[in-house]
């Protein structure tokens, strides 16, 4: 009875300004709830990343990454030219291994910060998305090694060899390389997240296939962009799956459409 009576008493200011206090906790309850899966995905990171910096494992997930031009010229191997080349490459091959092995962890704490805006009855689909996001992104990493790595390796090694050789700075070879299988892991993502935004209502299956033409011409304007060569091989090689993925993400927009 005295708290209904204090709050009848209270004028609308006061009342507002508890109402803002009250938000105001809530907003701090997320940021900590942010801090809290941050750090754990800055832990999983960090541990998977501090394995492969081991030389005896760092080494041969080099060896590994050397491989697409290898296959191309078996005693192809590039230089290093300052003292710290080589160990800056250990530390970037690590973190893109650190990356892919800690994908589950980093895919299931997003899930968990986004939980409490979800119903009972869409949290049964966190599991899945964790094990689907996870291997999308090792599915792309394995299209990147394996086809479109070699194929752009092919054209760039071959391309002018008879007026110049090819003496790559392992840097930029790295480089090219880990941002390569990067792009195309968070490419294959691409299902996923059209898949969420029609669940969420964002779009339907129908307008996402009436954008085909943009769909299309995006793909080739970002991996234009994001490419770190101008060839026209390694850009339809990173445009080409991201549009076939595209028309996959339709597909799954239109099995989760409402009333479905």
Known sequence: MTSGS???NQTPRELGAEAENMEEMTLIEHLLELRTRVMWAAIAIAVSTGVLLIPTVGFEFIELMLQPARST????????????DRIVTLFKVALLGG??????VLIYQTMRFVTPALESHEKKWILPIVIGGSLSFVVGLVFAYFVVLPLSL???LSFGDSWARDDWQVGLYIDFVTRMMLIL???FE????????AKLGVVTSKKLLGWWRWAILGAFLGSAIVTPTIDPVTQSLVAGPVILLYFVGVGLAWL???GK
């Open 6 to 8: 204090n709050s009848d």
């Open 73 to 84: 010229d078996p005693d192809w191997t590039p230089q290093s030219l300052g003292p710290l």
């Open 99 to 104: 990356l892919t092995v800690s994908m589950p």
């Open 154 to 156: 092919v054209f760039l």
């Open 185 to 187: 892991g968070v490419a």
């Open 190 to 197: 691409t299902p996923l997240i059209v898949m969420g935004m």
């Open 256 to 258: 989760v459409r409402p």
